[in-house]
């Protein structure tokens, strides 16, 4: 796998530092006044569109994408709450693409481990992921999207969640800010989510 998504510490770290300045940069504005007005508008569990099972998974594939080390990572950035809005506001036409990729992974991993994938230790779920990002997935098991794009997918969006503005539901706390140095921007709104929520 390349380092830039699962390669081996400390490069993954590295890589996405050097790559996140411009990133972040371009992101700053991911519809956020697409989501206002929708932020209260939650499903039973507090989700807007993933159900629980769904979220812990996404949070399980950002987490192995950005892990925390002697950083935060992305489960402690909220990733999976800025994907869970994005997919009710300006993505709202990857909707499906998410249900069907997430219930491949499920089905994925069943096939190879015998368990869920947020259930695999931790080297499983590495293990996994490459699979999936190098297109070696069963193909019986995935067709739209295929295992490379979805993976892609929930890449860029883990990327989006923890470099973008907190205002989207995402970088909880400013964690990538402080992880590259930069000082926190004044920015008009809030985290959309309590910093309780895990």
Aim: net charge neutral; no cysteine.
């Amino acid at each position: 796998m390349q380092e830039m998504s699962l390669g081996g510490e400390p490069t993954r770290r590295d890589a996405i530092k050097v790559i996140s300045v411009a990133v972040g940069g371009a992101l700053a504005g991911v519809g956020g006044s697409l989501l206002i007005g929708r932020i209260d508008r939650a499903l039973p569990g507090g989700w807007h569109f993933f159900t629980p099972d769904e979220a812990r998974l996404v949070e399980a594939i950002a987490e192995q994408i950005i892990p925390a080390d002697k950083d935060p990572g992305a489960k402690d950035a909220g990733v999976v709450f800025f994907i869970d809005l994005q997919l009710v506001g300006p993505y709202k036409r990857l909707q499906e693409k998410y249900r069907s990729g997430l219930q491949s992974v499920q089905k994925t991993s069943r096939q190879k481990f015998g368990k869920p994938f947020e259930d695999l230790a931790w080297d499983d779920q590495t293990a996994l992921l490459e699979t999936l990002e190098s297109g070696r997935a069963p193909k019986e098991l995935w067709q739209d999207p295929t295992a490379a794009e979805f993976f892609e997918l929930v890449r860029d969006h883990t990327m989006q969640g923890f470099y973008g503005s907190p205002r989207h539901g995402g970088n909880r706390n400013y964690v990538s800010y402080k992880m590259l140095g930069l000082e926190y921007p004044r920015i008009i709104g809030q985290n959309r989510y309590r910093s309780d929520k895990s």
